[in-house]
């Protein structure tokens, strides 16, 4: 009898495999990749000259934009793009077809959320590049080993939440809605888009419940000319760690093969069986 | 030795009973066809042997093993042709079969599997291109690329044109020669004659009927007489016109009528003397042993009676 292929293979293979559905689908890389860039060159036309005042000085506007959105494409390449795939897949009946292979699900959970790093690295990769040679963005070499951590410890709370969200929405409709209504108005309180000053006290609560805004702060601190190097900012690390933990149990004891038509469940066939 | 034995299998849904004490067991290298109307049971009980999901009670064995706990080991043994399952539509056949493949011990290639269902032209096509019956084939490929010991087959050949059909029936034999294991539901009464070596008949989550088709066909006593309406007599009247001529109740499907007997040679004197007097032809006028759609039909009457 042969072996089974070895765990690295498969692994590999699955992460592969999902990149390639992820470049034939045109929408997903215009949305994940194309959009961030889309918005970076749009608001540093708009209001790239500007200055951003914060406690520790003041800050070209082109820089907070580059940091922000790189972090925001991050996000999206992890949450939004695995709460899209997922339930697409489970409603296609693809996710039931592969429960039926010897492929353990725990590699083909690992084939999604590794592609989705490597896409997260993609996005930030070209975000940072377009930075450097148009938006005076730039990199200090002693800062990278914080800007690596930041992304790796963001893009794995990210991609926990996407698998929970994804779990926990029933199809894949309203499972796209859902992602782009938590993430957005999100983005807006998160010094994504706009870096408020003085907020509403309410919008900088919401800001600080989520891990958006800790995650966007923390990678802007790596690209921040008055952030001293090494820029760790651990309090926000554990904090996205935190986030990112309750997003993997979540994920993990709710995630379903199933679209949720194929069987009655939920709390309406629960009381349909009590009444009966 | 048996490659799938199940014993009093029960599966509950809220209130409803969805398979109600089920029992057989199918034989290493049997072809095995579980046989009923839609919402009979026969996926919930395929979709247990797999161990897609769980029986509410019942022991169930397969190939040796509890399938709701097996594990990499079980699921390398088996193929899985489901009803509802999909494929990456991004992906060409060629593709497919190659990811699917390579989670296996053993593979068959793709030139071969191709050609196995039928698919040469289409092996560079994305599967989003195929029309919907060679998707179905697309499905059965990636049910036999592991070389499964033991196939189980949920309505494969639903949406088939007759000569895919017939192609993919020519397929399904060929692995049971082979030496393979293959459990199949079907509503094709055609299909279970030709393929299975043993029929279960399921209604209503229970199994009314079990044998080879020429036991359950030999069971059944009674001849079948058919004819097609002639144009004298309107289909409304069909059963009140020819019921008291055959005495026996008769069925009719569009201008064809038939009925069970139990004494053909009389019951067919007395229909052409009918027909004689009347003045009318009997087209397509016939006298034969009844097929297993004949036994399932009076199965399902029969059930469908007990229970009112």
């Given at each position: 009898m042969n072996s089974f292929p070895t765990t690295v293979k498969l692994v590999t293979t699955q992460t592969r495999y999902q990149l390639v559905t992820f470049r034939r689908i045109p929408v997903a890389v215009f949305f994940t990749l194309g959009l961030p860039l889309v918005m970076l060159v749009l608001f540093n036309a708009l209001f790239g000259n500007s200055t951003i005042e914060t406690p520790e000085g003041s800050w070209s506007s082109k820089q907070f934009y580059t940091g922000g959105l790189a972090a925001f494409t991050a996000v999206s390449a992890t949450y939004t793009n695995l709460a899209n795939m997922v339930p697409i897949r489970r409603d296609e009946g693809v996710l039931k077809r592969w429960r039926g292979t010897p492929l353990p699900t725990w590699m083909y959970v690992s084939g999604f959320i590794l592609s989705a790093v490597v896409i997260a690295f993609i996005g930030v990769t070209l975000m940072l590049t377009l930075g450097v040679f148009a938006y005076d963005l730039e990199i200090d070499l002693a800062k990278m080993p914080a800007a690596f951590v930041t992304f790796f410890i963001g893009v794995g709370c990210f991609a926990a939440l996407g698998m929970a969200l994804a779990s926990l929405v029933k199809s894949a409709s309203s499972a796209a809605a859902a992602a782009n209504a938590t993430i957005l108005p999100l983005a807006f309180v998160s010094n994504v888009f706009i870096q408020i000053d003085d907020p509403p006290q309410w919008v900088e609560i919401v800001g600080n419940i989520f891990p958006l805004k800790p995650f966007v702060e923390a990678f802007q601190d790596c690209f921040t000319p008055f952030v001293e190097a090494p820029a760790f900012n651990w309090s926000s690390l554990a904090f996205i760690t935190a986030w990112g933990i309750l997003g993997l149990v979540v994920a993990l004891r709710k995630f379903?093969?199933?679209?949720?038509?194929?069987a009655p469940r939920g709390r309406r066939a629960r009381r349909a069986a009590a009444n009966s | 030795m048996s490659a799938i034995e199940v014993s009093d299998l029960r599966k509950q849904y809220g209130d409803t009973?969805?398979?109600?004490g089920v029992s057989f067991h199918v034989r290493k290298g049997e072809v095995y066809a579980l046989l009923g109307?839609?919402?009979?049971g026969k996926s919930t009980i395929v979709e247990i042997l797999e161990g897609h999901r769980k029986a509410t009670s019942g022991a169930i064995e397969v190939l040796g093993v509890d399938p709701s706990t097996a594990g990499r080991e079980f699921r390398d043994r088996i193929g899985i042709v489901l009803q509802s399952s999909g494929v990456e539509s991004e992906f060409t056949v060629r593709e497919v079969i190659e990811l699917y493949g390579g989670c296996y011990r053993t593979r068959r290639g793709v030139d071969e599997l191709v050609n196995m269902v039928g698919l040469e032209e289409k092996v560079?096509?994305?599967?989003?291109?195929?029309?919907g019956g060679q998707r179905r084939r697309v499905d059965l490929a990636l049910g036999i690329v592991g070389k499964p010991e033991l196939l189980f087959l949920d309505e494969p050949t639903t949406g088939f044109d007759p000569s895919a059909r017939r192609k993919s029936w020519d397929l399904i034999e060929q692995l049971g020669n082979d030496g393979a294991t293959v459990m199949l539901t079907t509503h094709y009464l055609d299909e279970a004659e030709r393929l299975a070596d043993r029929v279960g008949v399921l209604s209503r989550g229970q199994l009314i009927a079990e044998g080879t088709p020429e036991e359950l066909i030999r069971e059944m006593s009674g001849t079948v007489v058919s004819f097609m309406l002639p144009d004298s007599v309107e289909a409304v009247d069909a059963a009140s016109t020819f019921g008291p001529v055959l005495g026996v109740d008769i069925r009719v499907s569009g201008r064809l009528v038939e009925a069970t007997v139990e004494h053909s040679a009389s019951a067919v004197n007395r229909l052409t003397g009918w027909a004689l007097d009347a003045g009318v032809e009997l087209d397509s006028l016939s006298v034969s042993r009844p097929s297993l759609e004949d036994v399932y039909l009076s199965l399902t009457e029969q059930a469908d009676g007990d229970l009112q």
């Open positions: 379903t093969w199933e679209p949720s038509g194929s | 009973q969805a398979v109600d109307e839609n919402g009979a560079d096509s994305r599967v989003g291109t195929l029309s």
